[in-house]
């Protein structure tokens, strides 16, 4: 029986068409970039092309995308150049952003940097009256707000135009961390005054280890990674030519799709939900999955026993795979910051199923199945 993937919220499967224009540029595209010979120029175009196409999609001017290795380091890039360049020393954030972010946070609070988080709601949505307090507060240093769109593990949204408002009012920076929305939600840069914003390919059907970061033109931030003039001297080293060829193709495709595959998805995670409450007393969904959310996301708590702790290992030994918060802390026992910010002491079995337009209803049927027998 074919295996059944809910893990989409830490990577999804590479779209054919994706693959098939990435295979094409490595046979058709040999030159480095950065040689001035016909092979060179011709590699440097189609980069640029891709650039262009990334940057129409998100309203913004060409020379305001730079090519990175993930979301992660687009992250780093944008919090530590903003403390390094533009005189950033105090930041605004939340305790369940991703730890691309908040391990960002702890160096940066070991080098003098103010950090400040917000209080949340138990649904993960900001307090947003405090984050006005904090950004109004009186004779603080320069300041940066940096929150995620959308957080990974539990879906919460945030409302970024309105944030967005707030900070270009106060002449405070802002970034946002939109790994997770990029593609599945409208994000019109020309509309919403942002400075800095992220993206991932693999989280839109694009190959991993290539992302993109926005950098709004009035930022004027120096390298962050030295020993070479790419990126328009942002960021040394020889472009990953097939994955930014990728990425850009992607987005595209999933840009265009966009209505349709959140229908899609939306009746199948409406049809978990209804199936779980159903089946199993005592289950209970962690965020705010049928209000401002990520419909991609439903994060599952299973009420705690002996059989569901072994819950995620039953699932997979039963060819189901899903996660239990971040993939980027798979592998280990640390439980979810996320969950732990805003419900401390919860020791009920915790499971997100992220979904794609590829999942079915049959698939969440058999999916019930399984849960019954093992919770």
């Not at 940066?108 to 950090?115: A, D, R």
């Not at 918060?325 to 910051?337: E, I, K, L, M, Q």
């Not at 079995?349 to 337009?357: E, G, K, N, P, V």
């Amino acid at each position: 029986m074919d295996r059944i993937y809910f893990d989409n919220a830490a990577t999804t499967p590479v779209d054919p068409r994706v693959a098939q224009e990435m295979a094409k540029v490595l046979m058709e595209y040999p030159g480095n970039p950065s040689s001035i010979h016909r092979e060179g120029r011709t590699a440097r175009t189609r980069i640029e092309q891709a650039r262009k196409e990334i940057a129409q999609l998100l309203h913004a001017s060409i020379g305001e995308i730079f090519f990175t290795s993930c979301g992660t380091e687009s992250n780093n890039m944008a919090l530590k150049c903003s403390v390094r360049d533009l005189g950033v020393r105090r930041i605004i954030s939340a305790r369940t952003e991703h730890h691309a972010v908040l391990h960002c946070l702890d160096r940066l609070e070991t080098e003098g940097v103010i950090i400040d988080y917000v209080r949340q709601e138990s649904s993960g949505h900001i307090d947003l009256e405090h984050l006005k307090v904090l950004m109004d507060q009186k004779d603080a240093p320069k300041t940066l707000v940096s929150l995620m769109h959308a957080n990974n593990e539990i879906g919460t949204m945030l409302p970024l135009h309105q944030v967005a408002e707030w900070c270009a009012a106060r002449d405070i920076l802002f970034h946002s961390d939109t790994v997770q929305t990029m593609g599945y939600f409208p994000i019109d840069v020309s509309n919403t005054p942002i400075h800095f914003l992220t993206g991932s390919a693999h989280k839109f059907y694009g190959p991993k280890g290539i992302g993109f970061i926005y950098i709004n033109s009035n930022n004027q931030i120096k390298p962050f990674i030295d020993g070479g003039s790419q990126e328009r001297n942002m960021r040394a080293g020889t472009e990953n030519i097939t994955g930014i060829v990728g990425m850009a193709e992607a987005l595209k495709l999933k840009w265009g799709a966009r209505d349709k595959h959140k229908q899609q998805i939306r009746t199948v995670r409406d049809h978990l939900a209804k199936r779980l409450q159903a089946a199993i007393p005592g289950v209970t969904f962690n965020g705010d999955p049928f209000g401002d959310s990520h419909y991609k996301i439903l994060s599952v708590s299973f009420p705690a026993s002996a059989k569901s702790e072994l819950l995620l290992f039953n699932l997979d030994i039963s060819g189901i795979s899903v996660s239990g918060g971040s993939a980027c802390t798979s592998g280990s026992d640390a439980g979810s910051h996320v969950l732990d910010a805003l419900m401390p002491g919860d020791i009920r079995t915790t499971i997100r199923f992220s979904f794609s337009h590829h999942n079915t209803v049959e698939e969440i049927d058999r999916l019930i199945e399984v849960l019954v027998k093992h919770v």
